[in-house]
């Protein structure tokens, strides 16, 4: 079955301890990326990633970190979350931007 | 950020009755995107509609697209109870890799 696996889906957190949010994808796309959702802001890109090896920031990348070592995964990485980090994450992959993008099923984030 | 718009924000009608939404954005664009979310779960993709394209039809989704007005609308037809979600629209930028999405219309269908 062709999907997006995020992992955790939930996690709370104290502030300044580093963490990890797995994403992975079984469809060969290029094309990876991840977003935060906050209620009345709709969906914000942190960071994408083009192929292996090649990322870019999104529209609120600061506190966050990527990397693309593998075609199929895309971690995100806090390395001192921070309250305001506390948000629902959606990693999405896609073969480029102008084809359908399929998304995970959500990590939601407490930063305490 | 640079932020699309949905308008209305909220939308509340009987079962059987038509839904449009509509959906503004700022830049230059390849294509336009809608999404489906329920209630906090991960987006589904509905339809893409390209630049040059003016109209399209999925199903009970119809989408236009005016690049000149920067807008799109979608209109879902005869609706169902389990049309109750919320709806995105997505654009990605001419020149750049970048997605912005939209804030969303939470529409609610009523049995």
């Known amino acids: 079955e062709a999907q997006v696996t995020q992992n955790p889906r939930y996690l709370i957190t104290v502030t300044g301890k580093k963490l990890t949010v797995t994403c992975s994808q079984n469809?060969?796309?290029?094309?990876m990326s991840w977003y935060r959702q906050d209620p009345g802001l709709g969906l914000r890109q942190i960071y994408y990633?083009?192929?292996?090896?090649?990322?870019d920031k999104g529209d609120v990348p600061e506190g966050y970190k990527v990397s693309r070592k593998e075609k199929r995964n895309f971690p995100l990485i806090l390395e001192s979350p921070s309250p305001n980090q506390t948000s629902l994450y959606f990693c999405?992959?896609?073969f480029g931007t102008g084809t359908e993008a399929f998304f995970g099923q959500g990590t939601r984030l407490t930063v305490v | 950020s640079q932020q699309g718009e949905e308008d209305p924000q909220a939308l509340s009608i009987q079962e059987g009755e038509n839904a449009t939404m509509n959906c503004s954005y700022k830049?230059?664009?390849?294509?336009l995107q809608w999404y489906r979310q329920n209630s906090g779960r991960g987006l589904v993709h509905l339809i893409l509609?390209?630049?040059?394209?003016r109209e399209k039809h999925s199903g009970r989704l119809r989408v236009t697209l005016d690049t000149s007005k920067k807008s799109s609308s979608l209109l879902i037809t005869a609706s169902r109870a389990a049309d109750t979600a919320s709806y995105f629209c997505?654009?990605?930028?001419?020149?750049?890799?970048?997605?912005?999405f939209g804030t969303g219309t939470r529409l609610k269908v009523l049995a």
């Open positions: 997505a654009t990605a930028t001419s020149g750049t890799y970048k997605y912005i």
């Open positions: 990633s083009m192929n292996v090896e090649v990322t």
């Open positions: 469809m060969n796309h290029e094309y």
């Open positions: 509609i390209r630049s040059n394209e």
């Open positions: 999405a992959s896609s």
């Open positions: 830049t230059s664009i390849n294509n």
